[in-house]
T-cell receptor
Framework: TQLLEQSPQFLSIQEGENLTVYCNSSSVFSSLQWYRQEPGEGPVLLVTVVTGGEVKKLKRLTFQFGDARKDSSLHITAAQPGDTGLYLC???????????FGKGTTLSVSS | DTAVSQTPKYLVTQMGNDKSIKCEQN?????MYWYKQDSKKFLKIMFS???????INETVPNRFSPKSPDKAHLNLHINSLELGDSAVYFCASSQRDRDSPLHFGNGTRLTVT
């Protein structure tokens, strides 16, 4: 069974701090996706990383896909209260299976 | 607006009842899904349909029965509700291509008392 382990599970920081969220697996994924979910809403896609070693930037968010395509990280620079939410990594399982999700990282940024 | 919409937003019911959740997408996607998010925020796939055909059926009690009248709709009917069914249920859709992102509805919070 393919699993995605996310860490940390909870993160509470002050505005302006930097943080990194990790998503690890013992399995190889063809790509990994990162989603953000706010209370009362469904997850929304932030980015998809496809190539091993790939780095993608989305304003203050930097996403990296490991060289072996087994892990990914999300780094947020100068966090703001608007970054508060649940961050989920997801990867497609073996052929014919649906997207599987990590257990998420709940981020709280206070001003 | 182009979106995935599901109803109702909240559903409170007693054990043993039967209830349905409806989902519709106007994104033109071929594939629709039902996910369950538990109290710890873990999202787990339940079912997936492609063009009205069931393609994924995870280990879900047969009290849960999805129905897809057309590729834009995927409804979820639950019989004999149990306390453990309490969760947030998300409908989603995507293109059939591998690694296509999911577009989620805003969820239905089911509370069984």
């Amino acid at each position: 069974t393919q699993l995605l382990e996310q860490s940390p599970q909870f993160l509470s920081i002050q505005e302006g701090e930097n943080l990194t969220v990790y998503c690890n697996s013992s399995s190889v994924f063809s790509s990994l996706q990162w989603y953000r979910q706010e209370p009362g809403e469904g997850p929304v896609l932030l980015v998809t990383v496809v190539t091993g070693g790939e780095v993608k930037k989305l304003k203050r968010l930097t996403f990296q896909f490991g060289d072996a395509r087994k892990d990914s990280s999300l780094h947020i620079t100068a966090a703001q209260p608007g970054d508060t939410g649940l961050y989920l990594c997801a990867g497609e399982g073996q052929a014919g299976t649906a997207l599987i999700f990590g257990k998420g990282t709940t981020l709280s940024v206070s001003s | 607006d182009t979106a995935v919409s599901q109803t109702p937003k909240y559903l409170v019911t007693q054990m043993g009842n039967d209830k349905s959740i409806k989902c519709e997408q106007n994104l033109g996607h071929d594939t629709m899904y039902w996910y369950k998010q538990d109290s710890k925020k873990f999202l787990k796939i339940m079912f997936s349909y492609n063009n009205k055909e069931l393609i994924i059926n995870e280990t879900v009690p047969n009290r849960f029965s999805p129905k897809s009248p057309d590729k834009a709709h995927l409804n979820l009917h639950i019989n004999s509700l149990e306390l453990g069914d309490s969760a947030v249920y998300f409908c989603a859709s995507s293109q059939r291509d591998r690694d296509s992102p999911l577009h989620f509805g805003n969820g239905t919070r089911l509370t069984v008392t």
